[in-house]
Nanobody, 120 residues
């Protein structure tokens, strides 16, 4: 599976951006789809994820500001980011986890990342 993330850019604090991640194959059976970010000199951190049933979860730092959605018909997962803050700056990566009863058979795939810069 190949994942192509897009939509990053430079935005002022308080602004909005919408990230998209297009998959090269059907995502309807993906166990989870998620977004992670990595700020300079920091480890990659989880931002949001959405499961096969459409249930979404968010990191405390973005809850109420970010919205993750999946469009199985278009094989995309998106992240709507509102009220952006300078601390949201980083490279954002999308991730797909395949579905299997046993965790040892699940696979994960990552997109190449898209840069989001929020100026103060």
């Amino acid at each position: 599976v190949q994942l192509q993330a897009s939509g990053g850019g430079l935005v002022q604090a308080g602004g909005s951006l919408r990230l998209s991640c297009a998959a090269s194959r059907d995502i309807s059976t993906a166990r989870t789809l998620g977004w992670y970010r990595q700020a300079p000199a920091h480890q990659r951190e989880w931002v949001a994820s959405i499961d096969i049933a459409g249930s979404a979860n968010y990191a405390d730092s973005v809850r109420g500001r970010f919205t993750i959605t999946r469009d199985n018909a278009k094989n995309t997962v998106s992240l709507e980011m509102d009220n952006l803050k300078p601390e949201d700056t980083g490279v954002y990566f999308c991730r797909l986890e395949t579905n299997a009863l046993s965790p040892k058979y699940r696979r994960e795939y990552w997109g190449q990342g898209t840069l989001v810069t929020v100026s103060s």
